[in-house]
């Protein structure tokens, strides 16, 4: 499979709309995982479209104890749970939880 194409982007718009709501946000359950691998190793503009989905999930109270609880390689967590934005975490949870609350603030500025 190739990384970075312009169908992803164009899958991961898809699934940026469909996660406005609560609706459908339980069939993504299952690519939690994949999304939070997919901003290490993807390009900016399928990281930017993976953080919308994941901040559009984490508005619902049990998807973001999924997205906490998601098996993510630990080397993953390790670019967002030392330092982020100068603030000092202490626990890969508590950085992704900080990470995701941060990127809805600057994904809904006007």
């Given at each position: 499979c ?7 982007l164009?899958?991961l718009?898809?699934?940026t ?14 690519s ?5 691998s997919?901003?290490v190793?993807?390009?900016?503009a ?8 994941l ?8 998807m973001?104890e ?19 934005n ?5 626990s890969?949870?508590s ?5 995701l ?10």
């Open positions: 190739v990384l970075n194409s312009d169908l992803q164009a899958a718009r898809l699934l709309n469909m996660s406005v709501t609560d609706k459908h946000q339980h069939l993504l359950k299952s939690i995982t994949l999304f939070l997919l901003l190793v993807a390009n900016e399928l990281q930017i479209q993976v953080l919308k989905v901040v559009n999930l984490s508005s619902n109270p049990d973001m999924d997205i906490v609880q998601s098996q993510v390689p630990f080397h993953h967590l390790l670019i967002i749970s030392t330092t982020v100068g603030v000092k975490t202490s890969p949870e950085s992704l939880r900080f990470t609350s941060r990127t809805k603030l600057y994904i809904e500025k006007p």
